[in-house]
């Protein structure tokens, strides 16, 4: 517990597990340079000023069935690339969610039978990323700087679309459809200097939130900060805020799948010590819960994943308190790295100094999946583009509505019953 005083801080073919598909990559419209002409085993090192790769091999694997030099392969392709820093790239959260649905699946790309690169997804003809939607970034685990045609390898792996909200830029040869960046924080350097190299507009913000800290101290007393906190209970109102908040703003409650909620939980219950696992900060005013801050974590990074607050305290944005302070204790549990997610609108604009682009769109391989999403993608087109003012938005606002449905529930019924209820709910919003 740490005690914040008088003291004010200055500054979607379906698969079954025992089925792999093998399929040959045919042959790229994309010249490619050839492989290292020493013959030497594999070696990420070796593609680094290479633009494309055509991969000789692609299977579908679950988590199960990847060897143990594949395992390895994974981690040592991620810890190359800087783009992977995300902890939602480590191979443990793939297998966790492998234990939590049984549509997992993994694309491997080989050359010259090494693994090059890996996909996780789930699904089946229609893909999307491992996890979606809690999952906030995806993309190839390979080395930096590879360029591979991902139509090519969709295809070879029996995929016909796959459908993504935060590619990041690793490995993948295509055009997104939109792109965004990712709100991330490098906390490397300690907060003190870190506050000491931000632009006015986040000295403005950190004044602000210095009275605030102020004016809870004046009116309410004790201003406490709990890292790394294992209280069920703070668990259970974080997640019972949560979901009211979804209620309130006519959203889709993620965490009502059931696997969502239980991805969640497993990974806090790791603890702290784990490589893997969910870190909860918790901000309390005069012993009040007034703020809860949960996030993914490596060890390194801190993705903040689930944030939610005490109403009663909104006039003191504890939130944003108990960032400040996740900042100031950044050092002290480890992190280099605190990423607040796609999006640098809002308060975000505020923290963001990392360049982290991200893509959203789908990739259309072949068959009726593809044909599906590429007919409905032109239909979201041109109705944004008409003289239809918030009318010509519904399209793009059910389809982004079906896809976080129809990757927590794979039930008919229950995609149907969902879509009734955001129909109802669409006043709220």
Known sequence: MVAVSKRIYDMELELTPSMIFTGPIPASPIASRPPAANGSDYNESDYVERDYIEPSKVEVKTPE???????????????????????????????????????????????????????????????????????????????????????????????????????????????????????????????????????????????????????????????????????????????????????????????????????????????PEAELRCDMFVLEINGELAAIDMGLTDGRTYHSWMVTYNRDYHSYSPGIQLLERLLDHASDVGYSIIDLGVGIDGYKRSYHDMDAPVGMGFVAASGPAATLSKLYNKAEQISERAPLGKAGQLPGKLRRRYSQIAACDPSTSGRVKAMFEAVKSAPKR
């Open 65 to 271: 069935q990847l060897s143990q030099s594949e395992r390895e392969a994974w981690s040592r392709l991620r810890d190359s690339n800087p783009a992977l820093y995300s902890p939602y790239f480590h191979i443990g959260y793939t297998d966790l969610v492998a234990q939590l649905r049984d549509d997992v699946r993994i694309v491997c790309v080989y050359l010259d039978d090494k693994p090059i690169a890996f996909l996780p997804f789930q699904g089946q003809s229609f893909a999307r990323p491992v996890g979606a939607p809690m999952t906030d970034y995806h993309g190839f685990i390979c080395a930096p700087n590879m360029a591979l045609d991902m139509s090519a390898i969709l295809k070879a792996a029996a995929i016909g679309v796959y459908h993504f909200s935060a590619l990041v830029d690793s490995g993948s040869d295509i055009t997104v459809q939109k792109s965004d960046q990712g709100a991330v924080i490098d906390i490397s350097m300690g907060a003190e200097e870190w506050r000491r190299a931000q632009n006015a507009s986040y000295r403005r913000h950190y004044k602000n939130c210095g009275r605030k800290l102020k004016r809870s101290l004046r009116d309410h007393g004790e201003v406490e900060v709990k890292l790394l906190s294992q209280d069920q209970e703070v668990f259970d109102k974080m997640i019972a805020w949560k979901r009211a908040q979804f209620v309130e703003t006519g959203l889709y409650d993620v965490l009502g799948a059931g696997w969502t909620l239980e991805l969640l939980e497993r990974l806090w219950k790791n603890g």
